[in-house]
């Protein structure tokens, strides 16, 4: 089953990506940050939003909101 989640409900943001390095390195913000509320989302039902709690819980904080970060890439567009 494939579920699409409106953009108006997703919030991504830049931040600066950890790790060693330099001086002269992490001075980009290319680590992308998304946060999506569960509690809010008008695509699930209930059974599906408790579900979703279930299986990512270490991915869902304290707002109910999942974060997902990405920061393989020194690149902000391909994070």
Known sequence: MLIEIPENEIELSAARSGGPGGQSVN?????????????????????????????LSSRINSDDML??????????TQN
Request: proline fraction near 0%; charged fraction near 35%.
């Open 27 to 55: 001075k980009t913000s290319s680590k992308i940050v998304l946060k999506w509320s569960v509690k809010d989302s008008v695509v699930l039902s209930e059974d599906e939003k408790n579900l979703l709690r279930q299986k």
């Open 67 to 76: 974060v997902v970060h990405a920061q393989e890439s020194r690149s902000q």
